[in-house]
């Protein structure tokens, strides 16, 4: 399965850790990796709830995404976040993007997970 383009969908801050050390060995397999976060999941990429947030489930998420953007998969978080309310303070690396950057990398996808 190396060589395919996988998309994944969070919307739970919960996942994050989860989807980022799947996305990691999806990497190392030659993949293509995508995480786009709405939601409840977009906190995972604000620094505010990164500083608050030591560990998740035993897990530096921090460290999760900083290996994650090291590898060379792209994390987006949705520009039209409305759960957060004063908008997103992006962790290095991340970008905002919104619904139309999500449909044109899902229908180039292989796969599209949504978590």
Known sequence: ?????????VSLSSNATYVLKQSLEMVKQHNEVVLFFDL???R??????????DRTHGTDLALLLKLALESG???????????????????????????VTFLELAYTADAVLSY
């Open 73 to 99: 998969i792209k994390l987006y978080g949705c520009q039209m976040n409305v759960l957060i309310a004063d908008g997103l303070e992006l962790v290095d690396g991340a970008e905002l993007a919104g619904v």
């Open 44 to 53: 995972v990429l604000d620094q505010r709830y990164l500083k608050k947030l």
């Open 1 to 9: 399965m190396a060589n395919k383009k996988f998309i994944y969908f």
């Open 40 to 42: 409840d999941g977009a």
